[in-house]
């Protein structure tokens, strides 16, 4: 049985078809590679614009403290002597500053006020329930004992302002806050008491809560529904907490115990970093353990404090969307060569098509049937120059047969 011959169109496509493979697979692969780099530095950006501008709302929100805090100690530092007026300046303050919390003026032990105690703190606080409606006050020694307290004895000694250690609210022993706090002089340069401004963390965590919300149901969502979700807070230098979405953890767990080393990244480095309140951009690409998981780690320092600004992202949540990012791109690049191939085929097979028609002369004239019409063909290259010698060939043969039928000489026929 004659075994069935292939086509040169079939063999020509399976040629190109291998080839187109291999170079498919290469392709795919570098394709694979570099797209999953890409997405991995596409999403880094997003966390890092998301962090950006996040962490200038919170600079505002500060800012602003600062401001209402500042625009009033040049007129303190000229009415030390009218006691009775810093009440209402402090309620002024506390006014002025939106997200103020309460505002108050600690005096040093015995200041030339005789008609006051030793301590005495003129002092303004916001309604918890209904915060546009200001308290103000004047406490003394049976009301606030800060004389010996770390953050008044530091801004006295340091003799600059500086935002506090977070502490929680005296009134609801809950809330975290955290003062902005400046030293007031007398005429003589001397310090003579501290004013503070306090703001409360939790705002914080809700914006912190609202970012993440915004990222894991926007360009994380398919993450996001495997639970791999990003978690952003606040930390102080030191690591611990200032906001959590638990509140138990607030100010009393460290960050830093939750950070372990992974694929030989520099935990020490890391930690040095953050305490020193350095932004190292780089970071953003080690993968580090927090609680036992593989997260990327983006943290910013908040201005004009020392404060972070931190967000992790689990690997895998990262990794799963660039390979689907990276088998979308290389399922992409086999259906354009699968229809590659299918255009060249139809090609190949329609540009090899007179061949069969010229065999099919060949055979009728190989048969004796030398009147055969060669056919019509639309080519001007080797097919039409093939075709031309076989015309040329049945032309010449039919010229030998037609001689030798009807020869000139009769004689040379017996």
């Known amino acids: 049985m004659e075994k069935k011959r292939k086509t040169l169109a079939r063999r020509l496509t399976s040629r190109l078809l291998i080839w187109t493979a291999i170079i498919a697979l290469g392709l795919s692969y570098l394709l694979l590679h570099f797209e999953r780099q890409a997405t991995r530095q596409f999403y880094s950006e997003i966390y890092r614009n998301k962090m950006l501008i996040t962490n200038e709302y919170t600079r505002r929100v500060i800012s602003d403290v600062y401001v209402a805090v500042t625009n009033n100690i040049y007129y303190l530092e000229h009415s030390l002597d009218k006691p009775d007026e810093h009440k209402k300046t402090m309620e002024r303050i506390v006014k002025s500053g939106t997200r103020v919390r309460s505002c108050g003026i600690s005096f040093i032990k015995d200041y030339y006020y005789p008609q006051k105690e030793h301590r005495f703190c003129p002092f303004a606080w916001r309604n918890v329930t209904d915060p546009d409606v200001i308290y103000a006050e004047d406490m003394g020694d049976a009301d606030l004992d800060y004389l010996a307290a770390g953050w008044f004895l530091d801004v006295l000694n340091s003799d600059s302002a500086q935002w506090s250690e977070p502490f929680y609210d005296g009134y609801d022993e809950k809330t975290t ?45 398919m993450a996001s529904k495997l639970k791999l979700r990003s978690k952003s807070f606040i930390i102080n230098h030191d690591g611990s907490f200032l906001t959590h979405s638990n509140e138990e953890r607030i100010m009393k767990d460290s960050f830093y115990d939750e950070l372990e080393s992974c694929d030989g990244s520099d935990v020490k480095g890391l930690i040095k970093s953050m305490q020193d309140g350095v932004e190292d951009v780089d970071r953003g690409n080690e993968r580090f353990l927090v609680n036992g998981e593989e997260c990327y780690l983006f943290y910013i320092p908040v201005k004009y404090t020392r404060w ?107």
């Open 308 to 414: 972070l600004f931190v967000t992790i992202v689990p690997c895998r949540a990262i990794d799963i969307l660039s390979y689907l990012n990276g088998i979308t791109v290389v399922l992409i690049v086999i259906l354009a060569v699968m229809l590659v191939v299918i255009i060249c085929h139809y090609y190949i097979k329609n540009g090899t098509e007179p061949l069969q028609q010229l065999i099919a002369m060949a055979d009728s004239m190989a048969k004796g049937k030398l009147d055969s019409l060669m056919p019509d063909l639309k080519h001007n290259d080797e097919i039409k120059q093939l075709a031309d010698s076989i015309e040329n060939m049945r032309f010449t043969l039919s010229n030998y047969v037609d001689e030798h039928k009807h020869p000139d000489n009769p004689e040379e026929t017996t």
């Open 177 to 221: 806050l955290s003062a902005y706090m400046v030293p007031i002089h007398d005429p003589a340069g001397r310090v003579v008491a501290v004013l503070g401004a306090d703001i409360s963390l939790d705002w914080l965590t809700n914006k912190l809560k609202e970012a993440d919300s915004t990222i894991n149901n926007g360009p994380m969502f």
